[in-house]
């Protein structure tokens, strides 16, 4: 099983955000046995509405493809996988992702540009 490493920091320390401002750490042992330890109210923080697995250091959500982790068997099975696996994966993902967008973005233009525009364009 691999260790939790945040994509956006580098940091190995795992917590677990849920409700409005609660965040308890996560420790993971070696038999992938998950661990909660003593969770913090942080008063400042803003509200999220789901609750998902975060890099306790930086606050980013554990996201996998597009996916947020919410359950530790999303969460086991995310660190089981291979590293190059999540690779291949994110990457595709990421292409899916801004074909989407591209997609979306010819379909807006198609939307919302007057006829005589999009005429101009054809000549
Ligand atoms: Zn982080």
Redesign the pocket.
């Known amino acids: 099983m691999n260790k939790f490493t945040?994509k956006?920091?580098g940091?190995v320390k795992l917590g677990y955000k849920k409700f409005v401002k609660c965040i308890t750490p996560v420790v993971i042992s070696p038999d992938g046995k998950i661990e909660y330890l003593q969770s913090t109210v942080d008063e400042d923080n803003y509200i999220w509405a789901e609750n998902s697995f975060i890099?306790l250091?930086?606050g980013?959500k554990v996201t996998y493809c597009g996916c947020d982790l919410k359950t530790e068997d999303e969460l086991i099975d995310y660190l089981s996988k291979d590293k190059e696996e999540i690779e291949i994966e994110e990457k595709e993902y990421q292409e899916l992702l801004e074909a989407e967008i591209y997609l979306q973005e010819q379909k807006d233009k198609e939307v919302y540009c007057p006829d005589e525009v999009v005429n101009h364009e054809i000549i």
């Open positions: 945040c956006k920091c940091s890099c250091t930086c980013e």
